[in-house]
């Protein structure tokens, strides 16, 4: 997604060799328009999958999450990273390790919104070594339904993130990949036309 890849490189800044930091239309302020562009993008992609429900991780994959489930017209679930007084029902849960907090957690979602009969799009604003996004396939499978794919916004092809989705059966579809965050900047992965 050209659009989006230029602005990774117009306001992405690289802390280290491992983490970019996206807080200037991603991760703190969001850039709607660039939002909604990639849920079209995904939803463009998992259209004929039959997609009941998007699902993601609070907090930074929901701005990505909620515009693919409007394109889609299903609704966006996300994994909470707090059991919720309010929660009386039975629930799904999966350990969680944080990539750039170096923590794991235990993160829920309610078995009201979760089933047998839905079709998952796991959706997330980054992908490194691949945990979030399996332990929401965790869920997923916990709660007998499919995960269909998984969208990534930001893919850190240098990281094992892919490899282990792949090996776990899951379809992974990244908007912008990136190669490596040597040399202070940013590199893209070529893609093959
Ligand atoms: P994974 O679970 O694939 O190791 O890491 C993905 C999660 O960690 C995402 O939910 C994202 O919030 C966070 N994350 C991983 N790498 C980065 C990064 O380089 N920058 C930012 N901003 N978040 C990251």
């Known amino acids: 997604m ?13 802390i280290d060799e491992k983490i970019l930091k ?19 993008t995904f939803y463009n992609q998992f259209k004929d999958e039959g997609v009941t429900k998007v699902l993601t991780i609070e907090a930074s994959g929901i701005a990505p999450a909620i515009m693919a489930a409007m394109h ?4 966006c679930l996300f994994a909470k990273k707090a059991k919720p007084s309010t929660l009386t029902k039975e629930a799904y ?34 992908l490194a070594n691949g945990d979030a996004s399996l332990g929401l396939n965790e869920i997923v499978k916990q709660a ?11 893919e850190k092809s240098f990281q094992p993130g892919r490899a282990r989705l792949e090996k776990a059966g899951l379809k992974v579809s990244s ?16 893609e093959q036309s």
């Open 22 to 40: 996206v807080d200037g239309f991603l991760n703190h302020q969001i850039d709607a328009k660039l939002m909604h562009d990639v849920g079209l």
């Open 144 to 154: 007998n339904a499919e995960t269909i794919g998984v969208g990534i916004v930001v």
């Open 93 to 126: 849960y999966a350990d969680i390790h944080s990539f750039t907090k170096n923590t794991t957690s235990t993160v829920m979602v309610s078995d009201e919104f979760l089933d047998k009969n839905d079709r998952v799009l796991i959706i997330d604003d980054f």
């Open 2 to 14: 050209d659009l989006l890849k230029r602005k990774v490189e117009a306001d992405g800044v690289v």
């Open 175 to 190: 908007l912008c990949k990136v190669a490596s965050l040597s040399g202070n900047k940013v590199t893209f992965v070529e």
């Open 72 to 75: 889609f017209d299903v609704p």
